[in-house]
């Protein structure tokens, strides 16, 4: 794996997150999950590159995101597109999707794959649940949260960035 710095990603994100998804990744207490998402992005927050990820409350994930510092976002090669469905459907609650996966975590502050194209190390800098107040555009709310289950939005700085 080789570092650079986050000005040197040369990924569009509109295709890396909305089109080939990624994995959102987090480890404490000696256990490691990560699922897949498909909203969220990257930018500039507090003068520091950074990452916006949007969870929702029941996500096995989020309990590790929330009981760490870090998070990790990975993106992979169409090859695992398969990996990243599953990874979007299973649930660490019942299951132990890194074993199943096939994945193999290289130990950072967040899980690292040894798969992973990309992958960013995100130290946690903010976090905030959406709320129905909150929304302009009340059909939004209609659609995307008809159990009240808003996503917590997430702000986390941008480390390290690992290729492959
Ligand atoms: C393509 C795709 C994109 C997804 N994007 C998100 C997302 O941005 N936020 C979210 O909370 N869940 C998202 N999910 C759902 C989670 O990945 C899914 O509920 C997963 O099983 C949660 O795993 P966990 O319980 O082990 O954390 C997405 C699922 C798929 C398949």
Same mark, same amino acid.
């Given at each position: 794996m080789r570092e650079i710095t986050p000005?040197?990603?040369?990924?569009?994100v509109f295709e890396a997150i909305g089109k080939e998804w990624m994995l959102v990744g987090a480890q404490a207490d000696g256990k490691v999950n990560a699922m897949t998402a498909s909203w969220g992005g990257m930018g500039i927050m507090w003068n520091k590159n950074v990452v916006f990820v949007f969870i929702r409350?029941?996500? *096995?994930t989020k309990k590790l995101i929330d009981a760490g510092e870090y998070m990790s976002i990975s993106f992979f090669d169409e090859s695992y597109r398969n990996m990243l469905t599953y990874m979007g459907k299973a649930s660490g609650k019942d299951e132990d999707k890194i074993e199943k996966s096939g994945l193999t975590i290289i130990q950072d502050k967040a899980p690292v794959f040894e798969q992973a194209q990309m992958t960013l190390v995100c130290k946690k800098l903010y976090s905030q649940a959406l709320t129905?107040?909150?929304? *302009?555009?009340k059909t939004l709310t209609k659609t995307f949260y008809p159990q009240n289950d808003y996503h917590e939005m997430y702000v986390a700085e941008i480390e390290k960035v690992l290729l492959k």
């Amino acid at each position: 794996m080789r570092e650079i710095t986050p000005d040197k990603i040369d990924k569009n994100v509109f295709e890396a997150i909305g089109k080939e998804w990624m994995l959102v990744g987090a480890q404490a207490d000696g256990k490691v999950n990560a699922m897949t998402a498909s909203w969220g992005g990257m930018g500039i927050m507090w003068n520091k590159n950074v990452v916006f990820v949007f969870i929702r409350p029941q996500r *096995y994930t989020k309990k590790l995101i929330d009981a760490g510092e870090y998070m990790s976002i990975s993106f992979f090669d169409e090859s695992y597109r398969n990996m990243l469905t599953y990874m979007g459907k299973a649930s660490g609650k019942d299951e132990d999707k890194i074993e199943k996966s096939g994945l193999t975590i290289i130990q950072d502050k967040a899980p690292v794959f040894e798969q992973a194209q990309m992958t960013l190390v995100c130290k946690k800098l903010y976090s905030q649940a959406l709320t129905e107040k909150g929304f *302009y555009d009340k059909t939004l709310t209609k659609t995307f949260y008809p159990q009240n289950d808003y996503h917590e939005m997430y702000v986390a700085e941008i480390e390290k960035v690992l290729l492959k």
